[in-house]
């Protein structure tokens, strides 16, 4: 930075989260009760095996192909995977081939401990990924992956639209934007992530040449709305994303408007996005949970009502969260998206 000048907010993202040495995602295992934030999939079993049976109807309806190539960018500690895998039924199963899309070494390794009974394959990046899954359709699965990629911010300067930048204040010893945030009203601020347009551009190209889905999950808006929203988390708290660098999270809400967008260029057909609790919902899982009730004790049948709480309700993560469909074109309505 002394020698380059101030960093664009997208290269700063990219340093504290995968810098082989200090990045936040390279160091710990983040995940979990334990960890900085938890996700959907270590909330409650029910939610991967929701995506499971999500991915076993369209399966059938596109008259059980006998080889599907099934993926998951950034799969975290493999709970989804786990649940999903455990939770389908027996033909889907065999049809299915396992990739996982995961740049830190650390959760790649608690992948392969929880999945050691299964044949899973791991890729580094996209084009590797893509380069094994050219033989059968395509299901893809993202949960929490794409506020994890780097974001860049604009900031209306009178007329203009300029870079907010990043940089090291010598005087006092701290990092500092360059624009100063707290002055521009937040609708001029504007965000693009160039990564996440560029994956959904690739994959959405690959579904509809190989048929297949992608399902995308995440915290994120659909109105095209601005503002930022790049965020800093540790310990389940909200963090000043310029301190403690390589210790805290660094998330940006997902641009849905545009993933459809991309997708669309692509001639993909797009379902949704819808809420996250409304998609968990018409899934049925209410049922599984009574389902799951039936042989429980009383204290995990409570846990059970507290996570499908926490999944579904709209103060929850209910409404906050997303999900969107991408589908060949010609594909019938997924499930969950009426
Ligand atoms: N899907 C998991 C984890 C979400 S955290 C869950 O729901 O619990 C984000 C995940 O994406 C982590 O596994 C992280 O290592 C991975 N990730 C982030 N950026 C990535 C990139 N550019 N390439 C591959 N994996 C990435």
């Known amino acids: 930075m002394q020698a380059e000048g101030p960093l664009s907010v997208a290269d700063y993202m990219h340093e504290c989260l995968f810098h082989p040495q200090w990045g936040y995602y390279n160091t710990r295992s983040p995940i979990g009760a334990a960890g900085d934030f938890i996700t959907a999939p270590e909330i409650s079993q029910m939610f991967g095996e929701m995506i499971g049976a999500w991915l076993q109807d369209l399966w059938q309806r596109l008259d059980q192909p006998r080889k599907v190539?099934?993926?998951?960018?950034?799969?975290?500690?493999?709970?989804?995977?786990?649940?999903?895998?455990?939770?389908?039924g027996p033909n889907f199963k065999k049809a299915l081939s396992v990739h996982m899309l995961e740049i830190s070494p650390v959760l790649q390794n608690q992948q392969q401990d929880r999945l050691q009974s299964e044949t899973v394959v791991w890729h580094p990046d996209l084009e590797h990924t893509l380069?094994?899954?050219?033989?059968?359709?395509?299901?893809?699965v993202a949960n929490e992956f794409f506020d994890a990629l780097p974001v860049h911010q604009m900031i209306k300067q009178g007329q203009d639209w300029v870079e907010q930048r990043i940089d090291w204040c010598n005087q006092e010893n701290c990092f500092r934007f360059t624009q100063d945030l707290s002055k521009v009203t937040s609708d001029a601020v504007f965000e693009t992530c160039p990564m996440a347009q560029d994956i959904m551009q690739k994959l959405s190209q690959k579904i509809v040449q190989l048929e297949g889905a992608m399902l995308v999950i995440d915290y994120g808006y659909q109105d095209g709305s601005t503002g930022a929203t790049l965020q800093a988390v540790s310990k389940h708290k909200y963090h000043d994303p310029l301190l403690h660098i390589g210790k805290v999270d660094l998330t940006a809400h997902v641009d849905f408007k545009t993933l459809v967008e991309v997708a669309g260029t692509q001639g993909a057909q797009t379902w949704g996005p819808t809420s996250q609790g409304d998609f968990l919902y018409k899934l049925g899982i209410r049922l599984r949970a009574q389902q799951l009730q039936r042989k429980?004790?009383?204290?995990q049948r409570a846990e059970l009502e507290q996570s499908l709480?926490?999944?579904?309700?709209?103060?929850?993560?209910?409404t906050l969260f997303k999900v969107l469909a991408v589908t060949a074109p010609n594909t019938p309505i997924p499930s969950g998206f009426s």
């Open 296 to 299: 429980a004790s009383s204290r």
């Open 69 to 88: 190539n099934l993926v998951e960018l950034g799969p975290g500690q493999g709970t989804l995977m786990q649940d999903l895998l455990r939770s389908i």
């Open 131 to 140: 380069a094994a899954c050219q033989d059968a359709p395509l299901f893809i």
């Open 309 to 318: 709480h926490r999944l579904i309700c709209p103060t929850q993560m209910g």
